[in-house]
């Protein structure tokens, strides 16, 4: 028989399609293990920066041992060491509030952008730069080359005592002030040598003094960003728990020659090369998850690390935002803005939690907290509708996030979107600007009076207002990749493979749990149904022909 | 009574892990399909893979036991007597007619049962197969060059695979009561040695 000779073939044959195999998922291995070292190095090296262990105390320095009149006093007092600092930081966002998109050309930035919170910087400037880190920015006219015009403390105090306050164009008050206006209560006017004598790093409270109330207030525009993060608890934020980690701001951020990396206008929204290890000199962004954790870092179930490819890591483990008990604002409603009681007076409604429902100087808002995100493809890449740009639908998105499924750079990222309804002007076409916050005339937190702000909002952006004005719906999407929780908070794999879960507004993916082909599930189900009751009425036939036979 | 020891050790060894194995992936599996929940998607999925993995494993030494032991020749199909077996399964049985085909050691299956069996073998297996373990490499496609395959069709006939297999798996049930006594396949499968009709 020739049958022994074919089953030696065969049985040889087997067995080397078996080994390749074997070779393959071995190769696989040894790559993913390559590719895990540098995020195990970058794990044990965490040392959380807690006590200062600069080697100079500014106490000492009799540079510094001066009564300041001004913050520009400071200034020029760090200046005479550390003399490139101002010049490094008139390059930064954080000063010009201005940044050139290179591949959409769109010129974004504070200074450009609209958004729909309070809407916008122009003709707004002495309340707006309360957060910028310069002096005197009022209008304009504001000299951006002049070195002494920078602010260093409000990003290096270490004494929590400086406050810039809005209406005096980015200083703090020199003297005493009633603060919040018409409260009866005082702000002592701010001790500029004893703040001086005691700079250092930055930290989570000097970059949450402006971070952190974004839109308005605490809590109020990143949804992801709040006081809460001051002192954080292991739940809250893994990085940052105070027992824990520790870590600041700046260990993610980290900044060069005073430019901070990351940012909302340009974010990595993937990177599929890995850990970045020290000295490495490839120009990728420091501040993602996977400048630390590389590409595989599910340790127990590799499956995980077969999702990096699709999601990013902020989807699973940022589970829900404003977790620090602090309601975000989710709403914003300009349209009802400027009723006013009987009397002619302000009216301001509280909801039980303490947060403004109704404010005659802003309109309607409602707050969230422990807030489910939305989630989109994101490659990084965010398109703004810019001032000027012709607008025609009345639901406007103030930025979109661009990307798709078919896109290797994008990601399903979570994120915060923000709607309300603002101000348009109907004869331009356009998302207009109003002038909001001063003491004349024309502020609409003076006057109520729409027509009027506008004209001269529209005036201070070089445009002509048409007379006519409606609100229109928008829509603003913001990343959420702080408030990162522990794992056993991650998301499950049920949240999503499961119909309804949260990635349902997802649609151009096959899920498993998720996707079905129905016509087959409905014939699948059929068939094995008919197959089943046709065994069991032939089952039947027999018991009853056997009893009869 | 007149017996044959058709199943031998390995055989039925095989038989009844693989139909444990089975039976199990099809729990597993249409679970993950979002059929209902039972493990959890988690659990449903892991356990999925790794009783894939298993099967794998057993197949490997089914095919070198069914190839080394020239057992394969048991899958080769006829149409001889098939339409007798239909018959007899359609009204023979009935009437307690005798069966048409007569058991031996060389020939274990019916024509039918050879039909089905290898039905299972070159039609469901096979996309069960490839379906799954392209479900199972799917990050590797594009370094595979297949990066043009989508989720969706693979899922597509592994699910179709696995709708024929539930199928099987009924009609194969059923048909094991068929013997002399309705237990005599299972005893069979079990100790090895068949009642004869
Ligand atoms: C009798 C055998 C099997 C049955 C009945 C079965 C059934 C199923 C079903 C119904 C699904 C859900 C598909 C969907 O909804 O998209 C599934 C998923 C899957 N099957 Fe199978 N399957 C079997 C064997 C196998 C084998 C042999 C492999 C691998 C070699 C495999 C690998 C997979 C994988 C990887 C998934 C996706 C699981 C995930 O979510 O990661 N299956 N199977």
């Known amino acids: 028989m020739s049958i022994p000779r074919i089953q030696f073939l065969a049985v040889g044959a087997l067995a080397i399609l078996f080994m390749l195999a074997g070779m393959a998922n071995a190769s696989v291995e040894k790559s993913k293990a390559a590719a895990k070292a540098p995020a195990v190095a970058a794990a044990t090296d965490k040392k959380p920066a807690k006590e200062s262990k600069s080697t100079a105390d500014h106490s000492k320095f009799k540079e510094l041992d001066k009564n300041f009149k001004t913050g520009p006093d400071v200034t ?6 550390h003399t490139e600092a101002a010049k490094q930081v008139h390059k930064t966002k954080h000063w010009n509030w201005e940044w050139v998109n290179p591949q959409t050309k769109q010129k974004l930035g ?52 400086y406050k810039k306050i809005p209406g005096l164009s980015g200083h703090p008050n020199y003297k005493s002030m009633e603060w919040p206006p018409h409260s009866g209560r005082f702000r002592p006017a701010v001790d500029l040598k004893k703040i001086a004598q ?14 952190f109330f974004g839109g308005g207030g605490n809590a109020v525009k990143h949804g992801d960003l709040d006081t809460s993060l001051i002192n954080p608890g292991h739940a809250l934020d893994v990085h940052m728990e105070t027992n824990g980690l520790n870590m600041t701001c700046g260990d993610c951020h980290l900044s060069d020659s005073h430019e901070v990396s990351g940012s909302r206008y340009a974010p990595t929204a993937s990177d599929d090369k890995g850990a970045l290890i020290r000295g490495s000199q490839d120009e990728r962004n420091p501040t ?28 699973c483990h940022i589970p829900a935002y404003a977790r620090g008990n602090l309601h975000t604002k989710m709403t914003w409603d300009w349209s009802t803005a400027g009723k006013l009681d009987e009397k002619g007076h302000r009216i301001r409604t509280k909801g039980s939690e303490g947060r403004d429902l109704y404010d005659s100087k802003k309109g309607h808002f409602t707050y969230e907290r422990y807030v489910i995100p939305e989630y989109v493809w994101f490659n990084g890449n965010v398109r703004f509708t810019l001032f000027g740009e012709k607008v025609d639908t009345d639901k406007v998105k103030i930025n979109e996030f661009l990307g798709s499924a078919d ?31 001063g003491k004349d005339d024309a502020a609409f937190w003076g006057n109520y009076d729409w027509d009027k702000a506008l004209a001269a909002g529209m005036k201070a952006m070089d445009v002509e207002y048409s007379g006519n004005m409606k609100f229109v719906e928008t829509e603003m999407s913001w990343p959420i990749t702080h408030m990162v929780a522990p794992k056993e908070d991650a998301l499950t794999c049920a949240q999503c493979h499961k119909e309804n879960g949260r990635l349902h507004a997802i649609q151009d993916i096959y899920m498993p749990g998720r996707n079905n082909t129905p016509i087959i599930d409905k014939m699948g189900w059929t068939l094995a149904l008919l197959a089943l009751i046709g065994v069991l009425i032939h089952g039947l036939i027999r018991i009853v022909t056997s009893k009869r036979g | 009574m007149e017996r044959i020891y058709i199943f031998k ?22 679970e993950i399909h979002g059929t209902y929940v039972f493990f959890g998607y988690e659990d449903a999925a892991s356990y999925h893979t790794t009783a894939a993995w298993t099967l794998v494993g057993l197949w490997v030494f089914a095919v070198f036991w069914t190839i080394t032991t020239g057992e394969w020749k048991q899958y080769i199909p006829t149409m001889d007597k098939v339409d007798a077996m239909l018959k007899y399964y359609l009204t023979g049985i009935f009437t307690d007619a005798p069966h048409p085909f007569k ?20 039609i469901i297996n096979p996309i069960i197969w490839t379906t799954g373990w392209f479900y199972l490499f799917y990050n590797s496609w594009s370094s595979w060059g297949v990066g043009w395959l989508s989720l969706e069709w693979v899922a597509f006939f592994h699910v179709i695979a696995a709708f024929l297999m539930l199928i099987f798996v009924i009609a194969h049930v059923y048909l094991t009561t068929a013997g002399a006594t309705p237990l005599a396949h299972i005893k069979a499968m079990i100790t090895g040695w068949e009642e004869t009709h």
């Open chain 2, 9 to 30: 050790r390995f055989e039925r060894f095989w038989h009844w892990s693989q139909a444990a194995l089975i039976l199990f992936l099809m729990l597993t599996g249409f």
């Open chain 1, 407 to 437: 896109d290797p750079d994008a990601r399903i990222w979570p994120v915060k979107v923000f709607r309300g309804k603002q101000p348009y002007d109907v004869g331009n076409e356009t998302l207009a600007v109003f002038h909001t916050a």
């Open chain 1, 198 to 211: 005691n700079v250092g790093k930055t930290s989570r409270q000097t970059c949450g003094s402006c971070h």
């Open chain 1, 110 to 161: 504070k200074k450009n952008v609209i958004n729909n919170f309070c809407t916008s910087v122009e003709s707004n400037q002495t309340f707006c730069s309360a957060c910028h880190v310069g002096y005197g920015w009022s209008d304009d006219s504001f000299d951006f080359a002049k070195e002494e015009n920078v602010d260093c403390i409000v990003c290096h105090d270490t004494t929590g005592k």
């Open chain 1, 76 to 81: 020029k007092a760090c200046l005479e060491c």
């Open chain 1, 288 to 315: 993602t998850c996977v400048a630390c954790h590389g590409n595989e870092p599910h340790v127990t179930e590799a499956k995980l690390n077969h999702h990096t490819d699709k999601i990013a890591c902020q989807t």
């Open chain 2, 103 to 122: 058991q031996t050691r060389v020939t274990k299956h019916n024509p039918l049962q050879r039909l089905a069996y290898l039905f299972v073998l070159v």
